[in-house]
């Protein structure tokens, strides 16, 4: 799987747009980009994940650069509860024997009130 | 959606004991879960790929007669930690695979005394 590289940390103001950048230089053409998150002391939260086309759900947007060597993920209005650690992770998106999630280091977002 | 659950949330025992933790898939079938451990202020890192019926194939550095995996059905995996000490001490999450996206657990704080 494709290396990805995060700023360690993020500040963002509450009710404000948190926009996490993440470089995956290496990516596969066949490897998607993943989004989870992590809050403190609990599981890994999927967030969001997309090959080439920029993607939205009902809580955040993707936006993959068309190189694709990198991507932005969007929280349109940051609340005190989206405060975590999120992971950027490029992985093979079908299921096969190789295709797990290894996580880096990921960006710690701080929201502020 | 996909619901992953872990018991015990929380494990104190004395050094020497063994350790079982129970990882459930909920309202789906999963052939392959996964183990990650996390130490504090660190990114989690997969222990194994437990595939239903078959042995667990083991990361680099995982002891595999000290974290022995079982993946008995569609539903349910477990990890004994034999003999725990207090390095083994750490966050346990489980993670279970339903078409291209994993889920996760709540995770198990393990202290070792």
């Known amino acids: 799987d494709a290396k990805t590289t995060q700023p360690p940390s993020m500040d963002c103001a509450e009710g404000r747009a948190a926009n996490l950048p993440c470089n995956h230089s290496t990516i596969s053409g066949n490897e998607y980009v993943y989004w989870y998150r992590q809050i403190h002391s609990q599981g890994p939260q999927y967030i969001i994940h997309?090959?080439?086309n920029n993607e939205t759900n009902e809580m955040a947007s993707l936006i993959i650069t068309e190189d694709r060597k990198s991507s932005t993920l969007i929280l349109p209005h940051a609340t005190l509860r989206d405060t975590a650690v999120y992971y950027c992770?490029?992985?093979?998106?079908?299921?096969?024997?190789?295709?797990?999630?290894?996580f880096g280091e990921g960006t710690q977002l701080t929201v502020n009130p | 959606g996909a619901v992953v659950s872990q018991h015990p949330s929380w494990v104190i025992c004395k050094s020497g004991t063994s350790v079982k933790i129970e990882c459930r898939s909920l309202?789906?079938?999963?052939?392959?879960m996964f183990w990650y451990r996390q130490f504090p202020k660190q990114s989690l890192m997969l222990m194994a790929t437990s595939n239903e019926g078959s042995k667990a194939t083991y990361e680099q550095g995982v002891e595999k007669d000290k974290f022995l995996i079982n993946h008995a059905s569609l539903t349910l995996s477990t990890l004994t930690v034999t003999s725990a000490h207090p390095e083994d001490s750490s966050f346990y999450i489980c993670s279970a695979r339903a078409g291209g996206s994993q889920h996760f657990g709540d995770g198990t704080r393990l202290s070792i005394l």
């Open positions: 992770i490029v992985r093979v998106g079908r299921e096969t024997s190789g295709s797990r999630l290894t």
């Open positions: 997309g090959l080439k």
């Open positions: 309202d789906f079938q999963a052939t392959t």
